[in-house]
């Protein structure tokens, strides 16, 4: 059955509005095509929505349940980029989607970090407080106190985040990146949004990937509900596919 949106009169009658029409194209085409990653990124979220709305009485864990909603929304930013073939800007949000599993996990280990964490705009010295206190070095530290099997897999992931788009780097441009050379003259493409290929298998993998780190991470605060829920079996499975 065919489905049809519609969109204002000027759609598309600008630069960014016609970028966006196809990066929905993409989407849409992925969703359609891909028979792989897709289909998991879908049970992940579907993982993600079943604990988040299970949180109606976060007693003593309110900021961990706020970060819990915030990873959750960084993962669905970053696959619907990855499914666009945004694939730098789907690696920045992964980062943040661990940034923020992480911050969780280092808030509910140590005690008062929570009030420091939500005191960060009081004053300059409160802003320091943060700052000493959250280092991405001492948020993974907690986590291998944790779990050193997820730690190990969550730094991999963390810093292929940085080396493909949450930062600036070699790989984040060249990977997306045509050069041409014709008469001495030097050409430079660079793909906003592009299906199908490497790159973009490459990134919609990842997303699994850190999907289910994730929420790994976020299952050493929330094990009772994960486990009552039954999302740590479907968890160990999806894992085991990765």
């Known amino acids: ?20 029409d196809v990066a929905i194209d993409n989407i849409v085409a992925t969703f359609y095509r891909d028979k792989n990653e897709c289909p998991v990124l879908i049970e992940i979220d ?42 730098p800007e789907s690696f920045a949000q992964l980062r943040t989607c661990l940034e923020n599993a992480l911050y969780a996990l280092h808030i509910h280990k140590n005690a008062g970090l929570d009030e420091i964490w939500l005191n960060r705009h009081i004053d300059e010295d409160s802003l320091k407080a943060v700052k000493n206190k959250f280092r991405i070095s001492d948020t993974k530290k907690t986590l291998k106190d944790a779990s050193t099997k997820h730690y190990e897999v969550a730094s991999q ?36 949004a592009s299906g199908g290929n490497m790159q ?31 999302l740590t079996a479907k ?5 085991n596919d990765l």
Not at 161 to 190: C, R, V, Y
Not at 235 to 239: G, I, Q, R, T, Y
Request: charged content about 20%; aromatic content about 8%.
């Open 46 to 87: 579907n993982i993600f929505q079943s604990i988040a709305t299970a949180l109606d009485h976060p007693g003593n864990k309110l900021v961990e349940s706020m970060l819990l909603y915030r990873t959750h929304s960084a993962f669905r930013a970053s696959a619907m980029l990855a499914m666009s073939g945004m694939n």
């Open 157 to 192: 992931l963390y810093e292929r985040t940085i080396d493909f788009g949450a930062h600036p780097n070699e790989m984040a441009t060249t990977s997306s990146l045509i050069i041409e050379e014709k008469d001495g003259n030097i050409k430079l493409q660079q793909t906003y």
């Open 235 to 239: 968890l160990d499975v999806l894992s």
């Open 200 to 230: 973009q298998r490459h990134v919609m993998k990842s997303a699994a990937q850190v999907g289910v780190c994730s929420l790994f991470i976020l299952r050493e605060i929330f094990k009772e509900r994960f486990d009552i829920l039954g």
């Open 1 to 20: 059955m065919t489905k049809t949106k519609e969109f204002p009169d000027k759609w598309q009658s600008d630069s960014l509005t016609k970028f966006i």
